[in-house]
């Protein structure tokens, strides 16, 4: 849990919400494929509109965009966060190359949002993610 007023909360916040107002909104982006990591499938993405809010949100940030890569050079939709291990991890690794470069549509995103992602434990793990909201 997140501790009402904390201050790295209270940055990211401010500098989301200052990125933002900079910023030319809704944006549309072409999904493009899929990719993998240690802990998620998701669909690459690339902006079709002129799209500079991630170098403002980068310049926002200020010493809290360490984790800001500028340019960007990937966008992605999580679609599947994993709880626990993976039962046959190289037919995933196989599936999702074979889609690598796959056109799936696009998809428009009105406003960013900061959200956190929560594990949930139980007889269906999953993740859930949950907008953070200044207390």
Same mark, same amino acid.
């Given at each position: 849990?997140? !501790?009402?007023?904390?201050?790295?909360?209270?940055?990211y916040q401010s500098?989301?919400?200052r990125a933002t107002k900079a910023s030319t909104w809704p944006v549309r982006f072409q999904v493009t494929g899929l990719t993998l990591t240690p802990g998620t499938v998701?669909?690459?993405?690339? !902006?079709l509109d002129p799209f500079l809010f991630s170098s403002r949100l980068t310049t926002e940030l200020g010493p809290d965009a360490w984790y800001e890569p500028e340019p960007r050079d990937i966008w992605y939709l999580n679609l599947l966060h994993f709880t626990t291990d993976i039962a046959k991890p190289d037919?995933?690794?196989d599936w999702v190359a074979a889609r690598r470069h796959l056109a799936v549509g696009t998809t428009t995103i009105a406003v960013p949002e900061l959200v956190r992602a929560d594990h949930h434990a139980g007889p269906r793990p999953h993740m859930r993610l949950?907008?953070?909201r200044a207390l």
């Open positions: 849990m997140i !501790p009402p007023g904390d201050p790295t909360l209270t940055r500098a989301l919400h998701m669909a690459c993405a690339k !902006p037919e995933l690794i949950t907008p953070v």
